[in-house]
């Protein structure tokens, strides 16, 4: 299994940023998918989650209205559309899979928001 982030940057708080996941080493159509992000100081957190056919997504309360994850299977990616960007979301973004009970992480994208 191996995943690479990318699409992290330095943004202006309003600002957007788009995230790619992209997958290889598992049937990724088969598999839900999850971005987390990790703050300085703070533990890892789930951001959001969609289903193998990309039908159902779920968000933390912090970024509903404002992210949204999608996928393309032919591709074996997986997005995060960040729109209206606060300071807060400064992190490192990863995407994650969950294979036969195991636990799968990309090597993180750098997301700052800062003027």
């Known amino acids: 299994v191996q995943l690479v982030e990318s699409g992290g940057g330095l943004v202006q708080p309003g600002g957007s940023l788009r995230l790619s996941c992209a997958a290889s080493?598992?049937?990724?159509?088969?598999?839900?998918m999850s971005w987390y992000r990790q703050a300085p100081g703070k533990e890892r957190e789930l951001v959001a989650v969609i289903t193998s056919a990309g039908d159902s997504t779920n968000y933390a309360d912090s970024v509903k209205g404002r992210f949204t994850i999608s996928r393309d299977n032919a591709k074996n990616t997986v997005y995060l559309r960040m729109n209206s960007l606060k300071p807060e979301d400064t992190a490192v973004y990863y995407c994650k899979v969950r294979k036969w009970g195991s636990d799968y992480w990309g090597q993180g994208t750098q997301v700052t928001v800062s003027s």
């Open positions: 080493g598992f049937t990724f159509r088969s598999y839900p």
